[in-house]
């Protein structure tokens, strides 16, 4: 029986110091394999951009107020409408001429209609084109004449907010693109129009507002919106790009990594100029040709092994010094 048992365990020895054996092995072996993936450079369009957020809100906005007190009797235009100047927006009837009305109205149908055609309504009129934003009254409200009956604006824009660190990238003509929160489907391109001249603290930091112009008004769009916006301050086409991952620091030098020999690990590194970049590529501006193969490192997950430390996940003692 004991002479069994020392079997046993002798088998059990054996086949963990070949399973030890073939593993270590396999972990030398795979050291060895190829660890990067070769790619070669691409020629395509790549920008600078400036990001940033802003809101739609009306180059000029303009209330309507009307010239007399008293009660409203028609609303002629809803909200959206684009109007020209000297559009009627809305008839009131002063408050001499309301009570008036009310008082012939009781006098019968004749007499109103007599006096209706005599004291004649007052109009409120568009001073300018534009578009009906707003409608505050409706009909039979009285109203005096510091309330608001409509706003109107001439054009909707987005006032973009750019802090002093990005600032002194922009410039006026520069194109833009504007999406809205509300609507991440629908890009619409743009311009920038105006710089304002003064800041405003924002967190701590000096904003300045950026007029961008859209080239067209989609439906949608609504006063106070919340946007975003991304200018663009340089762009090129056709350029030499790789990877954002591809291109390394090293020694204070911009390197890519390269085949230097027949062997997986015979690689060097070669140094690069580079241009602009984006979030996925960056621009070579030398160094490298259309047809150079770049080595980009493989970042699939490996636990780690003797050389490569101790496993992340488990608990570090902790040491001193």
């Given at each position: 029986?004991?002479?069994?048992?020392?079997?046993?365990?002798?088998?059990?020895?054996?086949?963990?110091?070949?399973?030890?054996?073939?593993?270590?092995?396999?972990?030398?072996?795979?050291?060895?394999?190829?660890?990067?993936?070769?790619?070669?450079?691409s020629?395509?369009?790549?920008?600078?951009?400036?990001?940033?957020?802003?809101?739609?809100?009306?180059?000029t906005?303009v209330?309507i107020?009307?010239s007399?007190?008293?009660r409203?009797?028609?609303?002629?235009?809803e909200?959206?409408?684009?109007v020209?100047?000297?559009t009627?927006?809305?008839?009131?009837?002063?408050?001499?001429?309301?009570?008036?009305?009310?008082?012939?109205k009781?006098?019968?149908?004749?007499?109103?209609?007599?006096?209706?055609?005599?004291?004649?309504?007052?109009?409120?009129?568009?001073?300018?084109?534009?578009?009906v934003?707003?409608?505050?009254?409706?009909?039979?409200?009285?109203v005096?004449?510091?309330?608001?009956?409509?706003?109107?604006?001439d054009l909707?824009?987005i006032?973009?907010?750019v802090?002093?660190?990005?600032i002194?990238?922009?410039?006026v003509?520069?194109?833009?693109?504007?999406g809205l929160?509300?609507?991440p489907?629908?890009r619409?391109?743009?311009?920038v129009?105006?710089?304002?001249?003064?800041?405003?603290?924002?967190?701590?930091?000096?904003?300045?507002?950026?007029?961008?112009?859209?080239?067209?008004?989609?439906?949608v769009f609504r006063?106070?919106?919340s946007a975003?916006?991304?200018?663009?301050?340089?762009?090129k086409?056709?350029a030499l790009?790789?990877?954002?991952?591809?291109?390394?620091?090293?020694?204070?030098?911009t390197v890519?990594?390269?085949r230097?020999?027949?062997?997986?690990?015979?690689?060097?590194?070669?140094?690069v100029?580079t241009?602009?970049?984006?979030e996925?590529?960056?621009?070579?501006?030398d160094?490298?040709s259309?047809?150079?193969v770049?080595?980009?490192?493989d970042?699939?997950?490996?636990?780690?092994?003797?050389?490569?430390g101790?496993?992340?996940?488990?608990?570090?003692?902790?040491?001193?010094?």
């Amino acid at each position: 029986m004991v002479s069994r048992n020392k079997l046993v365990w002798g088998v059990v020895v054996l086949v963990a110091v070949i399973g030890g054996g073939v593993l270590f092995f396999l972990n030398q072996n795979s050291s060895t394999r190829k660890r990067f993936e070769e790619i070669r450079p691409s020629r395509g369009n790549i920008s600078s951009t400036v990001s940033t957020t802003g809101a739609v809100e009306p180059q000029t906005r303009v209330k309507i107020q009307s010239s007399v007190g008293g009660r409203v009797e028609e609303i002629l235009v809803e909200e959206g409408r684009l109007v020209k100047k000297g559009t009627v927006l809305a008839m009131l009837s002063s408050t001499e001429r309301a009570a008036l009305l009310d008082a012939a109205k009781l006098q019968g149908t004749s007499e109103q209609a007599y006096w209706n055609n005599v004291y004649k309504k007052t109009a409120v009129i568009a001073p300018m084109d534009g578009q009906v934003i707003v409608r505050s009254v409706d009909p039979g409200q009285t109203v005096t004449t510091s309330d608001s009956l409509f706003v109107l604006s001439d054009l909707l824009l987005i006032k973009a907010y750019v802090d002093e660190t990005d600032i002194g990238r922009v410039k006026v003509g520069q194109r833009a693109v504007i999406g809205l929160d509300a609507y991440p489907e629908i890009r619409v391109n743009g311009v920038v129009g105006h710089i304002y001249y003064e800041s405003h603290l924002q967190n701590n930091v000096n904003i300045y507002n950026v007029d961008v112009v859209p080239d067209r008004i989609p439906e949608v769009f609504r006063s106070g919106m919340s946007a975003n916006v991304k200018v663009i301050v340089q762009e090129k086409n056709n350029a030499l790009l790789l990877p954002v991952a591809a291109v390394q620091s090293r020694n204070g030098k911009t390197v890519v990594l390269q085949r230097s020999g027949s062997k997986p690990e015979d690689v060097r590194y070669t140094a690069v100029q580079t241009g602009m970049q984006d979030e996925s590529h960056i621009e070579i501006l030398d160094g490298l040709s259309d047809n150079s193969v770049v080595l980009l490192p493989d970042t699939s997950f490996a636990l780690p092994g003797k050389s490569g430390g101790s496993n992340p996940f488990m608990p570090q003692r902790s040491r001193t010094r």
